[in-house]
């Protein structure tokens, strides 16, 4: 299979994920399992390297000017950083970037076998003029790759919002059919 097809498996693989079905990547038996409120829709995929990036924004709104946006990214072949690791760099990177940002763990442990780190970044000023960006992370690494979900917002988001949003990613999960001890949930 050529590299071309694979990225486009993936790529594929990925929209299902999003859909809220669960989905095979090529060279892989793992699968990420993640429901996406209606009313979304896929703005931009990008293959760099073994980086998949899907973003994808509420209908009205486009991938230059959003107020919400739902980014997946898979990082191929990354089984050596940990989601506790990949936290701290976008931690400093995000920092660094923004010298008013502010950063909160939400959770690091464990779910269906699979080590995962949950955290929200925010800055008081983002590349929109005048807007704000607060961003939810939540990065799971599985058995041959690692994953990250995020969710922003270019607003303070409601109470309600936010615990929408949380439970999004509480529900972003990682599963190995063939494998008794990581089934689908």
């Not at 859909?19 to 703005?43: D, F, H, K, M, T």
């Not at 950063?103 to 779910?111: A, K, N, P």
Request: charged fraction near 20%.
């Amino acid at each position: 299979m050529t590299a071309a097809r694979r990225s486009g498996l993936v790529a594929l693989g990925m929209l299902a994920a999003l859909a809220g079905g669960c989905a095979s990547l090529p060279q892989q038996g793992e699968q990420l399992q993640l429901g996406v409120p209606e009313g979304y829709r896929v703005v931009h995929q990008d293959t760099r390297g073994p980086i998949y990036t899907t973003e994808m924004v509420p209908n009205g709104q486009s991938s230059e000017d959003w107020l919400e946006m739902l980014t997946t990214q898979l990082y191929a072949g990354l089984k050596s950083v940990s989601p506790a690791e990949f936290r701290a760099e976008s931690q400093r990177k995000w920092l660094t970037n923004c010298r008013e940002g502010s950063y909160t763990e939400v959770m690091t442990g464990d779910e269906n076998g699979y080590p995962v780190a949950v955290w929200m970044l925010s800055c008081p000023y983002s590349r929109a003029p005048g807007r704000p960006e607060h961003t939810w992370f939540k990065a799971i690494r599985g058995g041959e790759s690692l994953y990250v979900v995020q969710k922003a917002f270019r607003f303070e988001p409601s109470p309600e919002q936010s615990r929408l949003w949380m439970r999004t990613l509480r529900q972003a999960t990682m599963c190995a059919p063939g494998k008794p001890a990581r089934p689908l949930p």
